[in-house]
């Protein structure tokens, strides 16, 4: 059976063997939906994977637990979703004024540890994988401050965020189901 992915609010990024979801209908877009219109377009348990590249930021303040909420319910069990934000003191999360959330480490950590405050989505989510990353293509900001910051978060985002900013956090998580 084919794997169902999902590439929602993939803007120019279109990806092959993936639904592309968009706002606007620009070429190679399959599907046109606005992600702050919920619920999503989907079944329950409908995807194997979802690629969230660069979309919370822009979901309505007060609609972002929902929103979460429809990722959980249309993510198969096994699924996983791939997360890229913003990271707070970039300058990429300030640039584009349709941005409505920031992120730190521990902003979407929070759905998942018993000691951060799941309570906010009921434990929905368990984390794979966590990193900084960078957009720059010189190898030190590339490569060596992102694995620095995220083998030392708290320090990182306590003494260094403000002068050696990485550009995003990514995640991968799955659904508790």
């Not at 069990?77 to 999360?93: L, M």
Request: charged share 25%.
């Amino acid at each position: 059976m084919k794997e169902i992915k999902l590439n929602l609010g993939c803007g120019k990024d279109i990806k092959k063997e993936y639904i592309n979801i968009d706002r606007i209908k620009l070429p190679g877009v399959d599907i046109q939906h606005d992600l702050n219109k919920l619920p999503l377009p989907f079944k329950t348990n409908y995807a194997d994977e979802v690629i969230l590249k660069h979309v919370l930021e822009h979901i309505h303040k007060h609609q972002l637990k929902d929103f979460l909420r429809e990722i959980h319910r249309i993510t198969k069990p096994t699924g996983k979703i791939y997360i890229n934000v913003p990271y707070f003191f970039s300058s990429y999360a300030v640039l584009d004024l349709e941005h409505e959330n920031f992120f730190v480490w521990q902003t979407l950590a929070c759905l998942c540890s018993a000691e951060l405050y799941n309570y906010l989505l009921e434990k929905r989510f368990v984390f794979l994988e966590q990193r900084f990353g960078m957009l720059s293509h010189i190898p030190i900001y590339k490569e060596i401050l992102p694995k620095f910051a995220t083998l030392f978060p708290k320090f990182y985002e306590r003494f260094l965020a403000k002068i050696f900013t990485c550009d995003e956090i990514q995640h991968v998580i799955r659904p508790i189901k």
